[in-house]
């Protein structure tokens, strides 16, 4: 059994947290990232009439995008970073949702195969981010109208509590990552933790687990999604 320290923001976190529990581990939940809506302006979403598509690069962007939406976007194809991302959009009632494998290149790759040259892409994004899509498409002729919905607030510190059950470890803490963004989050929490214990992360790809290298071993997933986070974790 090993301790696992899951720091991504609630609600997934506590998602996470039971899958590692129901593989046997003893699990810590301590989010560091908090989600905030921002307030993108009147019309900042383009009408949907002038679009080709849609590109969610996390269930977080179709979550705050929702109130904004009309009708007709829903009606657009709608392009996913990944598997997660598209389920969302398919619960919020995109009828057409297509996952792509997990990072901004691919996600690329898809709307260039499925937009012809000339077409605009709808980003829903968050304030934070890393990559570039619209750098990423413009080769292809398409044009990407970035909006940003929301922002990952650092939560600064790990708990006390979740400190003191941890520093007793002398075998390493497993921290999966799920992006940079909460790699970068837990980074400074642990660089702030003089005594803290060994650890050893877990990150989704390699863009997510590069903050980390400084601090212990990365193990990158074979796949970037939880099923290869939980493949890396001991039998």
Same mark, same amino acid.
């Given at each position: 059994?090993? &301790?696992?320290?899951? $720091?991504?923001?609630?609600?997934? @976190? ?5 899958? #590692?529990?129901?593989?046997? &581990? ?11 809506? =921002? ?13 080709? *598509? %849609? ?12 109130? =904004?939406?009309?009708?007709?976007? #829903?009606?657009?194809?709608? &392009?996913?970073?990944?598997?997660? $991302? @598209? ?7 995109? *009828? ?7 990072? =901004? ?9 499925? %937009? ?6 709808? &980003? ?30 650092? %939560? ?10 941890? +520093?007793?470890? $002398? ?6 990552? #799920? ?14 933790? *003089? ?6 992360? =877990?990150?989704? +790809? ?30």
């Amino acid at each position: 059994m090993a &301790h696992v320290l899951v $720091t991504r923001p609630a609600p997934a @976190a506590d998602r996470s947290a039971a899958r #590692y529990r129901a593989a046997g &581990h003893q699990v810590h939940v301590a989010p560091l990232l908090a989600f905030a809506l =921002l307030d993108p302006g009147p019309d900042a979403l383009p009408p949907a009439e002038g679009l080709a *598509a %849609i590109a969610a690069t996390s269930a977080r962007g179709v979550e705050a995008a929702l109130p =904004l939406l009309s009708p007709a976007h #829903y009606a657009l194809p709608l &392009h996913a970073v990944g598997e997660a $991302t @598209a389920q969302a959009a398919r619960v919020a009632g995109f *009828a057409e949702a297509h996952a792509a494998d997990g990072d =901004l290149p691919a996600l690329a790759t898809a709307l260039k195969a499925g %937009i012809p040259a000339g077409g605009v892409v709808l &980003h829903l994004a968050g304030r934070d981010r890393s990559g570039d899509l619209a750098g990423l498409l413009a080769p292809a002729g398409l044009a990407c109208r970035l909006v940003e919905l929301y922002a990952m607030e650092p %939560i600064g510190s790990l708990p006390q509590e979740i400190r003191t059950a941890l +520093s007793a470890q $002398t075998e390493p803490v497993l921290a999966p990552v #799920y992006s940079r963004r909460s790699a970068q989050a837990l980074a400074t929490a642990l660089a702030a933790w *003089a005594d803290r214990p060994p650890f050893r992360f =877990l990150a989704i +790809s390699t863009e997510a687990g590069e903050p980390l290298a400084d601090l212990g071993p990365v193990e990158v997933a074979k796949t970037p999604d939880e099923a290869g986070l939980l493949a890396l974790l001991p039998g």
